[in-house]
């Protein structure tokens, strides 16, 4: 009375000839990151005997990204793995944003406004932050901020906008 499993269900007769897509696709995509820091890189001296020039490090973390990506791309062809699952969009795009607004907001408002303001922008990305939550924790970690960047590591930045400065 048991029942066989039928082809209908079983994931390697649907899945055609990649039988890993997310390893397969994954690899792909290591190979194309590998690829570009080796182009990115390819303007800076390299090595030359036993000393290090500043393409060296690039050059070789992307030559090993990409044996990486290779590999794992022959593993995703060849073995069983999970098939690709939906990709949310939401946090990395909040969270791009809130680099973004930072990078663009930090001279004109300065670093108080700013930090406490990418942080709220960035915890958008999940649907699971509570407002209360999200500016108690980004009070504090703006405060923190505001302490350790200008005080304790002495960097030159502005607290506040240029506006209340004057």
């Known amino acids: ?16 000839f990649i039988k890993g897509p997310q390893d397969f696709y994954g690899g792909l995509v290591l190979v ?3 690829l570009f ?10 090595m030359r005997g036993f000393s290090f020039g500043p393409g060296t490090a690039p050059r070789m973390f992307g030559v090993l990204l990409a044996i990486l990506g290779v590999g794992i791309t022959v593993t ?3 073995s069983e793995g999970a098939p690709l699952q939906r990709y949310g969009i939401r946090g990395p795009a909040f969270v791009t944003a809130a680099i973004l607004f930072f990078a663009f907001a930090i001279r004109p408002c300065g670093l108080i ?7 709220v922008i960035a915890s ?12 108690i ?15 304790a590591l002495g960097l030159p ?4 906008p240029r506006a209340l400065m004057r």
Do not use: H
């Open 157 to 160: 930045l502005e607290l506040l």
């Open 37 to 46: 820091a080796l182009w990115a890189s390819s303007d800076l001296a390299g």
């Open 113 to 119: 406004i700013t930090a406490f303001l990418a942080f």
């Open 76 to 78: 995703g062809f060849f």
């Open 32 to 34: 194309a990151v590998a």
């Open 1 to 16: 009375m048991s029942e066989a499993p039928s082809s209908a269900t079983n994931p390697s007769t649907q899945r055609g």
């Open 124 to 135: 958008l990305g999940s649907d699971e932050t509570k407002l209360k939550e999200t500016v």
């Open 137 to 151: 924790v980004g009070a504090l970690l703006t405060a923190g901020c505001a302490l350790l960047f200008p005080y």
